[in-house]
Nanobody, 128 residues
Framework: QVQLVESGGGLAQVGGSLSVSCVAS????????MGWFRQAPGKEREFVAT????????RYSDSVKGRFTISRDNAKNTVYLQMNSLKPEDTAVYFCAASSATYCSNYGCSGPSAYAYWGQGTQVTVAS
């Protein structure tokens, strides 16, 4: 089992940058595929980015591709999301998630149902 705690986020201006991070407790962090999701008020939770367990593969939603970067540091049990060129529509609560599913190991997973462990979320607000 793993527990996830996000930090960072906050308020940014349009076109600005923010970074959020997620620290995992427990063992074998490197054995999990990691993902970032977000949920805006009145909307469903949506996929943002994923980092595979092995091979270093990353995938992004079309809405953030080229602007956001997911990375992980297994020595620090931490996954990061660097957000650049922020837009008002990026405003949401951002959640990190961990998956031990074998089908996520090579390329990560974009579906929330693949993830068994979730953080509590951190607010990101982009002011126009």
């Amino acid at each position: 089992q793993v527990q996830l705690v996000e930090s960072g986020g906050g308020l940014a201006q349009v076109g600005g940058s923010l970074s959020v991070s997620c620290v995992a407790s427990g063992r074998a962090f490197s054995s999990y595929a990691m993902g970032w999701f977000r949920q805006a008020p009145g909307k469903e939770r949506e996929f943002v980015a994923t980092f595979s367990q092995s091979g270093g593969s990353t995938r992004y939603s079309d809405s953030v591709k080229g602007r956001f970067t997911i990375s992980r540091d297994n020595a620090k049990n931490t996954v990061y999301l660097q957000m650049n060129s922020l837009k008002p529509e990026d405003t949401a609560v951002y959640f990190c998630a961990a998956s031990s599913a074998t089908y996520c190991s090579n390329y990560g997973c974009s579906g929330p149902s693949a993830y068994a462990y979730w953080g509590q979320g951190t607010q990101v607000t982009v002011a126009s």
